[in-house]
């Protein structure tokens, strides 16, 4: 049960309150209405001006999910029953667009833009968003795969992303085969503010001191020797994080986006 304070109970609250990563997955393939009914819950998330500009690779090549699990140096990828790539699409749109007699090499091409690139990437991220609370609400496990873009241009070539497609995150699902703890959340008070953000950052230190004490008891299930850091160490250690080849705008413009207009 969630360590969270609530006082409504209904399914769907249930699903996202005890919603955790689940990294080990059963050896059970899914079972294809189950793959249909997660694909349209998936198409049905709201869209940005009803672009619709996002696109979902199911990757059922054991090759490809090999190669994907080596990109994401992360070997659970590869054993997922079920497997997404999503990427955000305005490739699908310019073909649209080009046979209604759209010049979508000129400049008057807007959908490669830096607005409908974040836009594309929301509505990818919704997408995979209700895929995911579905799969939890039917008893399945799911992780998020940021780690897809380690290597971008990588992935590009595998997936053969044509011209405005960039990846945006990969969702592994599959009949959990771990009961991983729910990692604690921040209390609400540091990360929901009123009407306009604070202007000290007192409050956010000291509430911080006993959430970091709480998140040092949680116990990762990919590395069970030692508790997690405390919250303000990993964030700390993110910031100067390596993040050599992990920068967008150089794969985003080879796919043809331009995000400085
Ligand atoms: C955008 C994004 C990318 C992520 N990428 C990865 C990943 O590549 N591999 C992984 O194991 N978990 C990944 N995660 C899962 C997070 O590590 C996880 O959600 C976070 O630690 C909180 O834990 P919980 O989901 O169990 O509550 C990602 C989550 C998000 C939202």
């Avoid at 360590?3 to 050896?27: G, K, Q, V």
């Avoid at 998330?45 to 059922?60: K, P």
């Avoid at 409908?116 to 990818?124: I, K, P």
């Amino acid at each position: 049960m969630a360590n969270t304070t609530y006082d409504l109970h209904n399914p769907t609250i249930e699903t996202l309150l005890n919603r955790r990563s689940i990294r080990a997955f059963a050896d059970e393939p899914i079972p294809a209405d189950v793959v249909d009914t997660l694909e349209s819950v998936a198409q049905h998330a709201a869209s940005s001006q009803y672009l619709n500009d996002w696109s979902a690779i199911r990757v059922t090549d054991p090759d490809v999910a090999a190669k994907l699990a080596e990109i994401g140096g992360q070997p659970y990828i590869a054993q997922a029953p079920l497997l997404y790539v999503f990427v955000l699409d305005e490739h699908r749109n310019a073909q649209i667009a080009a046979a209604k007699g759209v010049d979508v090499d000129s400049d008057a091409f807007t959908l490669n833009g830096s607005y409908r690139f974040s836009q594309a990437q929301n509505d990818a991220v919704l997408a995979l968003h209700a895929m995911e609370t579905a799969a939890y609400s039917l008893g399945l496990g799911c992780v998020i795969l940021g780690s897809l873009l380690n290597d971008v241009d990588g992935l590009i070539e595998l997936l053969k992303l044509p011209k405005y497609t960039y990846p945006v995150l990969g969702l592994a699902i599959g009949k959990p085969a771990q009961e991983p703890a729910l990692k604690p959340r921040m209390p609400k008070s540091v990360q929901f503010f009123e009407n306009e953000y604070p202007q000290s950052s007192d409050e956010l230190l000291t509430t911080l001191a006993d959430f970091d004490a709480d998140v040092h008891k949680y116990y990762d299930l990919r590395n069970t020797e030692r508790p997690v850091d405390a919250f303000s160490d990993q964030i700390a250690n993110n910031a100067v994080a390596n993040m050599d080849g992990r920068t967008v705008g150089e794969p985003a413009a080879r796919q043809g986006f331009r995000l400085d207009r």
